[in-house]
């Protein structure tokens, strides 16, 4: 119910921007804000996963800066484009496993990407020196500004991100564990799953896919920079928990986190357009995080209360 | 004289400083029901959580049908036919009621070449799998959350017997249950015995142990203070050995040498 109410949202904001500006339900506008979504799209569903197993992973935005000044600089040096594009998705996933790792341990997830998100970004300045390094490579530029059948590349990436991250949610047996641990990990280790190892999994996935989004982000930006992504990971949590994934675990929405970021990118753009200024927005943005959470725990937990309190009635009926 | 199902020797088990078993002895035949009883904390689910693999002993040995065996975990142990329902249900309260039933031991099938849940035939499995049980859940594709906590027991109880189970471990089955539901878990218990399961119930109320069981084991501090037939003791004589933590058929026995 929580979950349709975004969709609601989104459409609601979608009429009443479309009366504030002739430009808001424009096909080029919302390629736009979609080209703009898909690199938060690509994380947010690495990041649906994380959250659905009880955990979080605050180092997204810092392994995007990272990985982005290793793109640029490999690019630089002349590493040809087919080594660059795997050797930073193996980065990206090296990271993630690293994280999973020390989560295993029974390590806080947030403490342990908490210390991913500096020392990551620290590695970002350390690598490119405080620079953002420029890319010229026109086979890497086009993933970020491309187009195919008339949509952008990183749309066409993010849409398949999100098909089979609804494909491994509903019809895998790795997806059915990682809602199983983040529901009740000792039911689930009792049921013989391998605990340690999903997690670990799960944090390598979301790795890997801040790498794919870092490679969007910074062929649309054509650089590779230190500053790239800062509090990236907040636009993909807040999307992520607004789309009705819980907190708590045990519950994934893959649908809800694509229209958690587009409902973030469409609220921003419709504020721009009507010249709202940006340190506004950014109000706002924290306003989205506090009102999603406010959805995920207390509105959830009504609704549910509510669901089980009328299950009995009618138990008591029959 | 035939093999018995299980036999565990000298079992012990300890959690830091805490002995929670000390070399402890079981013997089950196969269809016999079981009634583990004793106070808290005399070692009662320790000892089945060890016997379904979800804990691994300090020392002994288990034997089932004769052979020794490893239990590293709960697989191991369900592989050879034992299964256990937890005191708490070990349900995931998100999962639906397939989901739990199945987890961990999932119908696949191909789907572009790879692995898929095969989630149609799990919910008709599930659904068939109640109406057999003679159980009511509203709907196998609802959250076990949004279940009470009898018809989550349900959910346990089928998940424990749906599999062809030897040996049915149930802790406190009919704890928090009413009335009908306790007969229900009675009829349950009754049932797998005419199908030559085995099952091991701990219980603290014993008018239940003494409609449904065979054999009464009584345990304190972790050790096995006496066993008896149903048919061959009374209620007092099993309330004073759980109390007393002594058989009164027994010379009084040397206390145990080793300091506790
Ligand atoms: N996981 C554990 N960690 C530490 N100590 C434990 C653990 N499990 C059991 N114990 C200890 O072992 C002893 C036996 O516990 P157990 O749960 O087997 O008792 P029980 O007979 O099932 O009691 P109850 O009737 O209250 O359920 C207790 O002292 C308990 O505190
Ligand atoms: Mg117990």
Redesign the pocket.
């Given at each position: 119910m929580v979950h349709y109410g975004l969709f609601m949202a989104l459409g609601l904001w979608i009429v009443a921007m479309s009366f504030a500006s002739e430009y808001f339900l424009t096909w080029l506008n919302f390629l736009n804000v979609a080209r703009q979504a898909a690199p938060i799209v690509i994380i947010a569903i690495g990041m649906t996963f994380v959250i659905a197993t009880a955990g979080i992973d605050l180092s997204v935005g810092s392994l995007v800066a990272f990985t982005s000044c290793l793109a640029a600089t490999w690019l630089a040096d002349g590493t040809p484009l087919a080594l660059v594009i795997p050797a930073i998705l193996i980065v990206g996933t090296v990271a993630g496993i690293i994280n999973g790792y020390f989560v295993t341990l029974a390590l806080p997830a947030f403490v342990v990407t908490l210390a991913a998100l500096v020392y990551l970004r620290g590695f970002a300045f350390v690598y490119s020196n405080g620079y953002a390094v420029p890319i010229t490579n026109d086979l890497f530029l086009a993933i970020g500004r491309g187009q195919f059948l008339g949509v952008h590349i990183p749309i066409w990436i993010a849409a398949v991100v999100a098909i089979v991250g609804w494909f491994v949610v509903t019809k895998t047996r790795f997806g059915l564990y990682a809602l199983a641990i983040g529901g009740r990990e000792e039911a689930a280790r009792l049921m013989g799953i391998k605990v340690e190892r999903i997690k670990i999994a799960v944090y390598g996935a979301t790795g890997f896919l801040a790498a794919l989004g870092s490679i969007v982000i910074s062929a649309r930006l054509s650089n590779g920079s230190p500053n790239s992504g800062i509090m990236l990971e907040l636009d993909v949590i807040t999307a992520t928990v607004l789309g009705g994934t819980s907190l708590f675990g045990g519950v994934a929405r893959i649908g809800g986190t694509v229209a958690g970021v587009l409902f973030i990118n469409f609220v921003r753009n419709g504020l721009n357009l009507m010249g709202v200024n940006p340190f506004w927005v950014q109000v706002v943005t924290g306003l989205i995080l506090l009102l999603a959470v406010l959805l995920n725990t207390v509105v959830n937990r009504r609704v549910e209360e509510w669901a089980r309190l009328g299950d009995t009635e009618r138990e008591g009926q029959t | 004289m035939t093999v018995p199902f299980v036999e565990m020797h000298n079992i012990s088990k300890r959690?830091?400083a805490?002995v929670?078993?000390r070399r402890v002895n079981l013997i089950l035949q196969n269809g016999e029901v079981l009634g583990l009883v004793?106070?808290?904390?005399?070692?009662?689910?320790?000892?089945m959580?060890i016997l379904s693999g979800a804990?691994t002993p300090d020392a002994g040995e288990i034997l089932v049908e004769g052979t020794t065996m490893k239990f590293e975990n709960p697989i191991s142990a369900r592989t050879a036919g034992i299964e256990m329902i937890y005191?708490d249900y070990a349900l995931v309260p998100q999962l639906t009621v397939t989901q739990n039933i199945f987890l961990g031991r999932e119908h696949m099938r191909r789907r572009f070449g790879v692995a898929t849940l095969d989630n149609r035939r799990m919910d008709s499995e599930a659904g068939t799998m109640f109406q057999m049980l003679g159980l009511r859940v509203s709907s196998v594709t609802s959250p076990v959350q949004e279940l009470s906590g009898g018809q989550q027991q349900a959910v346990a109880i089928a998940r424990a017997t749906a599999f062809d189970a030897k040996l049915v471990i149930m802790?406190?089955p009919t704890a928090s249950l009413g009335v009908p539901a306790i007969a229900k878990v009675r009829e349950t218990i009754v049932r797998l015995k005419q199908n030559d399961v085995a099952v091991i119930m701990?219980s603290?109320r014993l008018e239940d142990v003494f409609s449904v069981a065979d054999r009464v084991i009584v345990?304190k501090h972790?050790q096995v203070v006496g066993m008896r037939d149903v048919s061959d003791t009374a209620t007092d004589e099993i309330v004073h050995m759980i109390v007393a933590g002594t058989d009164p058929r027994q010379p009084a026995a040397p206390d145990d040498p080793e300091p506790s």
């Amino acid at each position: 119910m929580v979950h349709y109410g975004l969709f609601m949202a989104l459409g609601l904001w979608i009429v009443a921007m479309s009366f504030a500006s002739e430009y808001f339900l424009t096909w080029l506008n919302f390629l736009n804000v979609a080209r703009q979504a898909a690199p938060i799209v690509i994380i947010a569903i690495g990041m649906t996963f994380v959250i659905a197993t009880a955990g979080i992973d605050l180092s997204v935005g810092s392994l995007v800066a990272f990985t982005s000044c290793l793109a640029a600089t490999w690019l630089a040096d002349g590493t040809p484009l087919a080594l660059v594009i795997p050797a930073i998705l193996i980065v990206g996933t090296v990271a993630g496993i690293i994280n999973g790792y020390f989560v295993t341990l029974a390590l806080p997830a947030f403490v342990v990407t908490l210390a991913a998100l500096v020392y990551l970004r620290g590695f970002a300045f350390v690598y490119s020196n405080g620079y953002a390094v420029p890319i010229t490579n026109d086979l890497f530029l086009a993933i970020g500004r491309g187009q195919f059948l008339g949509v952008h590349i990183p749309i066409w990436i993010a849409a398949v991100v999100a098909i089979v991250g609804w494909f491994v949610v509903t019809k895998t047996r790795f997806g059915l564990y990682a809602l199983a641990i983040g529901g009740r990990e000792e039911a689930a280790r009792l049921m013989g799953i391998k605990v340690e190892r999903i997690k670990i999994a799960v944090y390598g996935a979301t790795g890997f896919l801040a790498a794919l989004g870092s490679i969007v982000i910074s062929a649309r930006l054509s650089n590779g920079s230190p500053n790239s992504g800062i509090m990236l990971e907040l636009d993909v949590i807040t999307a992520t928990v607004l789309g009705g994934t819980s907190l708590f675990g045990g519950v994934a929405r893959i649908g809800g986190t694509v229209a958690g970021v587009l409902f973030i990118n469409f609220v921003r753009n419709g504020l721009n357009l009507m010249g709202v200024n940006p340190f506004w927005v950014q109000v706002v943005t924290g306003l989205i995080l506090l009102l999603a959470v406010l959805l995920n725990t207390v509105v959830n937990r009504r609704v549910e209360e509510w669901a089980r309190l009328g299950d009995t009635e009618r138990e008591g009926q029959t | 004289m035939t093999v018995p199902f299980v036999e565990m020797h000298n079992i012990s088990k300890r959690f830091g400083a805490v002995v929670a078993l000390r070399r402890v002895n079981l013997i089950l035949q196969n269809g016999e029901v079981l009634g583990l009883v004793g106070d808290n904390a005399a070692g009662k689910s320790t000892l089945m959580k060890i016997l379904s693999g979800a804990y691994t002993p300090d020392a002994g040995e288990i034997l089932v049908e004769g052979t020794t065996m490893k239990f590293e975990n709960p697989i191991s142990a369900r592989t050879a036919g034992i299964e256990m329902i937890y005191q708490d249900y070990a349900l995931v309260p998100q999962l639906t009621v397939t989901q739990n039933i199945f987890l961990g031991r999932e119908h696949m099938r191909r789907r572009f070449g790879v692995a898929t849940l095969d989630n149609r035939r799990m919910d008709s499995e599930a659904g068939t799998m109640f109406q057999m049980l003679g159980l009511r859940v509203s709907s196998v594709t609802s959250p076990v959350q949004e279940l009470s906590g009898g018809q989550q027991q349900a959910v346990a109880i089928a998940r424990a017997t749906a599999f062809d189970a030897k040996l049915v471990i149930m802790d406190e089955p009919t704890a928090s249950l009413g009335v009908p539901a306790i007969a229900k878990v009675r009829e349950t218990i009754v049932r797998l015995k005419q199908n030559d399961v085995a099952v091991i119930m701990i219980s603290h109320r014993l008018e239940d142990v003494f409609s449904v069981a065979d054999r009464v084991i009584v345990m304190k501090h972790g050790q096995v203070v006496g066993m008896r037939d149903v048919s061959d003791t009374a209620t007092d004589e099993i309330v004073h050995m759980i109390v007393a933590g002594t058989d009164p058929r027994q010379p009084a026995a040397p206390d145990d040498p080793e300091p506790s």
